[in-house]
């Protein structure tokens, strides 16, 4: 099989994160041909990494200049899909025997991520079927910044767990929605059953990655999750934004039935609240228990919002919605 390996970015006001991941996959020991950066340009046409209030730290042609393994492919902002603007950077890959799709926020913690990440793909095979048991894409795990709360390092630990594992259709009556968890902050793909599944769907509001597994699960192949491919990744979401990512959320599940029609899913979500609880408690974090409560009510609330969409009226979803372009255009049935 071919390990050339290209990896594809998307990013916009990019985060001073990008130049550590940057800096990373320099030093990976599995060789990384490309860096595509789907970089979605600003309403003014600016581009590059950003701090705050908007000063520019290093510019787009300065980024080109510093990594000259990077290629930047300008996305106007109005343009950019969460499955069509990655799937178009792969697109740039013809040739590569690998994609790697990282978020640019992610940061490699260690010089053996990709190389751990090809060394799934030998562990996650096995088994026989329409897809012959071969692993379709590896996914690493996410660990949380040591200035994280308590409560999001739990929810890392409980995402993402010390152990590896194969995730096959077979799971689905036992893990429900899980066996096809699949996370694009950095996951890579056998390019050529990538190809062959015809890539990330072209238009989705969000979970492009957790809907190509579900297919590449009912095509016969395999997920598998790397626990030793690890990457620094978190986030300090409100509960406000955490409704709007699961009000979305609930969206891509309502608009892709064939996906994820009649398996359990909020049933995995109170087995985290119990667990989650019991853990934050262990650890001597109870003060964070009612935040945590919180966010889970508006993730909930969001969801089931977002899964009966079509009842709702529009004002409503654009209010709610993380990915406004998702309704730019649309000829969905909305109130």
């Not at 989705?204 to 957790?210: A, L």
């Not at 030793?228 to 979305?248: K, P, T």
Request: charged share 20%; glycine share 10%; proline share 4%.
């Amino acid at each position: 099989m071919d390990t050339v390996i290209d990896v594809i970015i998307p990013c916009r006001n990019a985060a001073p994160q990008l130049l550590e991941t940057l800096d990373m996959l320099q030093r990976q020991q599995a060789r990384i041909r490309t860096v595509t950066l789907m970089d979605t340009l600003n309403a003014d046409g600016s581009s590059g990494i950003t701090g705050p209030g908007g000063t520019v730290h290093i510019s787009a042609g300065d980024l080109a200049v510093r990594y000259p393994f990077v290629r930047i492919v300008p996305v106007p902002a109005c343009q950019f899909d969460h499955g069509g603007t990655r799937d178009l950077g792969a697109s740039l890959s013809k040739d590569a025997g690998f994609l790697l799709f990282m978020t640019q926020d992610a940061v490699p913690r260690g010089a053996d991520l990709t190389a751990r990440l090809l060394e799934g793909f030998t562990r996650g095979s096995g088994g026989s079927g329409a897809g012959d048991g071969r692993t379709a894409v590896v996914y690493a795990r996410q660990i949380a910044a040591a200035d994280s709360t308590e409560c999001e390092k739990l929810s890392r630990e409980f995402s993402y767990p010390e152990t590896s594992r194969r995730q096959t259709q077979a799971d689905v009556p036992s893990l429900g929605v899980r066996a096809y968890f699949c996370s694009n902050v950095c996951a890579m793909y056998d390019a050529e059953i990538f190809r062959k599944l015809g890539g990330f769907i072209h238009r989705t509001i969000f979970n492009e990655d957790m809907i190509y597994a579900g297919r590449a699960l009912q095509a016969g192949y395999a997920v598998y999750y790397e626990a030793e491919a690890g990457v620094e990744h978190s986030h300090r979401y409100s509960a406000r934004q955490q409704f709007s990512r699961s009000f979305d959320l609930g969206v891509s599940q309502a608009d892709h039935p064939e996906i994820f029609g009649g398996i359990r899913s909020e049933s995995e979500g109170w087995k985290y609240v119990r667990r989650m609880t019991a853990m934050l408690r262990s650890r001597g974090a109870s003060m964070e228990i009612p935040g945590f409560y919180a966010g889970c009510a508006a993730r909930l609330c969001g969801y089931r919002l977002g899964r009966h969409y079509r009842r709702l009226p529009r004002t409503l979803i654009l209010r709610w919605t993380m990915n406004g372009n998702y309704w730019r255009d649309t000829d969905k049935t909305v109130q």
